[in-house]
T-cell receptor, first 115, second 114 residues
């Protein structure tokens, strides 16, 4: 079964600094990988996803992630943090279930942005 | 489009009581999912549905039942609530269940079992 590990349950950065959120996956087949964001008291929304093709994926709000097969990683980055980026971020991998595919989520990383 | 909606937003139950959470989507999606979110554990899949009348177990199905009588609705039932079921519950839907599909999430239901 596929799995995801997010390194660091909490990350704190200063406004304007680089954001780096780490995600490593385990998959027996070529993975489909996702990053979702959850703002306080809201549901999750998709930031970006990797399916096939280009390994550098650009998402919404200036975020991007690079799929590195050799490192089994899919880290999320943003060059310059904004206060509005404060949220919880989840990495997920698609896993084949009894009927169709389902997502397996990591434990999440809470991003704090300091002014 | 409203997307994915969940009813109710908050609920407090006593141990042993029952309740049903309702999820509705207006995107004509085939697949629907119920997750629970607990601190430090991410989202864990409870049950999911691949279409009207067909459901399957996820990672943590015990103590829950589901039904999908209409394509747009997916109900999650707790027959005899326990404190361990205190959690935030999210519903999601996706178009086809393909591995590349995006899942669209509702705003969540915060359930407390005393």
């Amino acid at each position: 079964a596929q799995s995801v590990t997010q390194l660091g349950s909490h990350v704190s950065v200063s406004e304007g600094a680089l954001v780096l959120l780490r995600c490593n996956y385990s998959s027996s087949v070529p993975p489909y990988l996702f990053w979702y964001v959850q703002y306080p008291n809201q549901g999750l929304q998709l930031l970006l996803k990797y399916t096939t093709g280009a390994t550098l994926v650009k998402g919404i709000n200036g975020f991007e992630a690079e799929f590195k097969k050799s490192e089994t990683s899919f880290h999320l980055t943003k060059p310059s943090a904004h206060m509005s980026d404060a949220a919880e971020y989840f990495c997920a991998v698609s896993d084949r279930g009894e009927y169709g595919n389902k997502l397996v989520f990591g434990a999440g990383t809470i991003l704090r942005v300091k002014s | 489009n409203a997307g994915v909606t969940q009813t109710p937003k908050f609920r407090v139950l006593k141990t042993g009581q029952s309740m049903t959470l309702l999820c509705a989507q207006d995107m004509n999606h085939e697949y629907m999912y119920w997750y629970r979110q607990d601190p430090g554990m991410g989202l864990r899949l409870i049950h999911y549905s691949v279409g009207e009348g067909t459901t399957a177990k996820g990672e943590v199905p015990d103590g829950y039942n589901v039904s999908r009588l209409k394509k747009q609705n997916f109900l999650l039932g707790l027959e005899s609530a326990a404190p361990s079921q205190t959690s935030v519950y999210f519903c999601a839907s996706s178009p086809t269940g393909a591995g590349t599909d995006t899942q669209y999430f509702g705003p969540g239901t915060r359930l407390t079992v005393l």
